[in-house]
């Protein structure tokens, strides 16, 4: 190997160094709340809970205990840092909130149905029209 071989084969190196160090890694046990995690090991033998599972950082108490509430009942079990394992879920696997829809035949569009007004004093149903072509055929109308 030549000595412009082996500087191009140190330049590659230091630069895989770079680019891996700088990629983000999951963080092991994080503790922010809020933070979606994913379980890897549990030490207690009782929990029904499996490696994989998914929940959040819910609170950190005084003892070090991290409790998370899982998904998708909502339970929380403390898991201790040392004896448990569980690492940060990547965003990319993090669940995105659905967003109920609607049509409206008036305007042809798909609106999220925050955008119909509610129909009944029941607080159930949703009138067909959005508010905006509701209101737009108000304002038209001719005032006799």
Request: aromatic content about 4%; proline content about 8%.
């Amino acid at each position: 190997m030549t000595d412009d071989q082996a500087r191009s084969a140190e330049i590659a190196e230091e630069i895989g160094k770079r680019i891996l160090a700088k990629e983000a890694a999951p963080t092991a046990n994080p503790t922010t709340p809020g933070q979606a995690v994913v379980l890897v090991k549990v030490a207690d033998a009782h929990t029904r809970l499996e490696p994989m599972a998914t929940g959040v950082v819910d609170h950190v108490d005084g003892a070090g205990t991290v409790h998370i509430r899982w998904d998708p009942d909502g339970h929380v079990l403390g898991l201790i840092p040392g004896a448990d394992e569980w690492r940060e879920l990547h965003p990319r696997w993090q669940a995105t909130p659905l967003v109920e829809v609607k049509f409206c035949p008036h305007c042809k569009r798909i609106k999220p149905v925050e955008e119909f007004a509610l129909r009944n004093r029941g607080k159930t149903k949703r009138q067909s029209w959005c508010r905006d072509c509701i209101n737009g055929t108000k304002k038209e109308a001719p005032r006799g």
